[in-house]
């Protein structure tokens, strides 16, 4: 039987393997990164309860860090379930999971803070959520 602290281990573990991987396909992206050039600013992208600062740099995502306090923040947040993550990050996602604003209309995702540098920037950051998304 796995106990609840083995769960917490492995679903942090899954957490920010995720989260490294989807920084890795963001920073070998050219053409996303070509995009975002002038966009330098910090967010917060939530997975279930574990929030992380991704800071941006020239398109590029500078840093990952796991917010520790509540004095950390970003301009803006996006968060959602881990479950509901992977399946917008399939080949091809269910109805509903393909595109950030079809989540937020079924209220998959939660949107707070400025939303202003996401909405003048929003391809990018709808390309850069999605880069996890399945290939194969």
Same mark, same amino acid.
């Given at each position: 039987k796995f106990s609840i602290f083995k769960t917490l281990v492995l679903f942090y573990l899954l957490s920010m393997k995720v989260i490294e991987n989807l920084k890795n396909k963001v920073n070998k992206n050219t053409n996303l990164i070509k995009r975002g050039r002038w966009i330098n600013l910090s967010f917060i992208f939530g997975v279930? =309860?574990? =929030?992380?600062?991704?800071?941006?740099?020239?398109?590029?995502?500078n840093s990952i860090s796991q917010k520790k306090v509540d004095t950390e923040f970003g301009i803006f947040k996006i968060s959602s379930s881990l479950e509901n993550w992977e399946k917008h990050w399939l080949k091809i996602?269910?109805?509903d999971f393909h595109d950030l604003f079809a989540m937020l209309s079924k209220k998959l995702i939660k949107l707070d803070g400025d939303l202003k540098p996401l909405m003048q920037?929003?391809?990018y950051f709808k390309d850069l959520i999605a880069s996890n998304r399945a290939k194969k």
């Open positions: 279930n =309860e574990k =929030e992380f600062i991704f800071k941006i740099v020239d398109g590029k995502i996602p269910p109805r920037n929003l391809q």
